[in-house]
């Protein structure tokens, strides 16, 4: 087999960093990439006690594109971080600062971003120390990479590229984990919240009613003879009447109630603040709401329809989600019984205070 070798030389500032490579060697970066990485303008806060060091590297730094903060001591970026934390995105931190030094700086900057919730923000420390162990214990107190100086450009403009590929990785998993949850809370047809999380939201306000003692209320919504919407124009425009009248609810709704899909066309509506009888009025309101609709769909044109309600209220002391949920159901089966298109009330056993 050929082999060529290849001597690689060492770096010098106006080296392309991937060109300089042999090309068995050369990172997994296109010079178009890296261009348009290193293009991409980022914020940068330079932590460091020296006035000449943070002259030099504001300079390399401004001239490759990106913005520069500069601080003197930690004690001055943490409350710089603390208010525009937002606006950084990324810290290069010398170590040996009078007060608080380089590591317990890192230390603090991980520990404020735990705090406040924030994202991680990557931290390069440039350091005139090499011995292992600093850097060991660099990387220990939350820095993500060390170089020591003298930096050289090429070498810190593809660590900064490095920490901005990774920052971006984060980025997409974050926003991956949002879809995601996103999904397994959302009903796919009617995009309300499904059963799941329209329980936890109940959880949650019966929570809330026990602790400040506010009233609550419930009410199941099941469409009046449904089946034969399927029977007489198909599954699609049972769909489509599905969607409908989600929309409609949920466009119509008070905003401090809430509504979830349980299951096929059976709805249950959240109302914090309304006990039974003060939950009457909005229920009426959204009865009416769906008898007044009007839905034209492929075959079906000028379909109509109706719900009925069962509705509850809750009981702080005897109550908890299952005996809501179980009464709520008694009342739905009685607005039923009593000829569909009505809201039925079944109080709790003491009237909620
Ligand atoms: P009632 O007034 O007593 O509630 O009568 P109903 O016909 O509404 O009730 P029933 O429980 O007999 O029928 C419910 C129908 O809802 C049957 C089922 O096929 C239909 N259904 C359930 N989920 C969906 C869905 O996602 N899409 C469509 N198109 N139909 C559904
Ligand atoms: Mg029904
Ligand atoms: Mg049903």
């Not at 937002?86 to 608080?100: A, E, K, N, T, V």
């Not at 949002?178 to 999380?197: G, K, V």
Request: with cysteine.
């Amino acid at each position: 087999m050929n082999t060529t070798m290849h001597k690689i030389r060492p770096w010098r500032d106006n080296d392309d960093p991937v060109g300089a490579y042999p090309p068995h060697a050369r990172p997994n970066l296109s010079r178009s990439r890296m261009r348009q990485a290193v293009s991409r303008p980022l914020s940068i806060l330079l932590i460091d006690d020296s006035p000449s060091e943070r002259a030099l590297l504001r300079a390399r730094l401004k001239q490759i594109g990106h913005k520069v903060t500069e601080a003197p001591d930690g004690i001055r970026a943490l409350s710089h971080l603390e208010k525009f934390r937002r606006h950084s995105d990324l810290i290069l931190l010398d170590i040996c600062m009078p007060g608080l030094d380089g590591f317990e700086t890192a230390t603090r900057i991980r520990a404020l971003e735990k705090e406040q919730a924030e994202g991680w923000l990557p931290i390069i420390f440039l350091s005139g120390k090499s011995n292992p162990h600093d850097i060991a214990r660099g990387i220990m107190a939350g820095g993500d990479d060390y170089l020591t100086k003298p930096v050289n450009t090429t070498v810190l403009k593809a660590k900064i590229f490095a920490m901005q590929r990774i920052a971006e990785m984060r980025q997409q998993l974050l926003d991956m984990k949002r879809r995601l949850e996103i999904q397994a809370h959302t009903d796919e047809l009617t995009r309300l919240p499904n059963r799941r999380h329209f329980l936890a939201i109940l959880d949650s306000e019966i929570a809330r009613a026990r602790r400040h003692g506010t009233p609550l209320s419930i009410a199941y919504l099941d469409l009046d003879h449904f089946k034969r919407i399927n029977d007489s124009y198909g599954h699609d425009t049972g769909d489509a009447v599905l969607r409908k009248v989600s929309a409609t609810l949920d466009g119509g709704m008070r905003t401090e109630d809430s509504i979830g899909r349980l299951g096929g066309e059976e709805f249950c509506i959240c109302l914090p603040g309304s006990n039974a009888e003060q939950g009457m009025e909005p229920c009426e309101r959204y009865r009416s709401l769906l008898e007044s609709l009007v839905i034209d769909n492929g075959t079906a044109q000028g379909l109509k329809l109706t719900a009925s309600f069962g509705l509850t209220g809750f009981n702080r002391i005897s109550d908890n989600r299952s005996t809501l949920l179980a009464r709520a159901d008694k009342a739905l089966y009685q607005a039923k019984q009593a000829g569909r298109n009505r809201v039925g009330v079944v109080l709790p056993d003491k009237p909620s205070p």
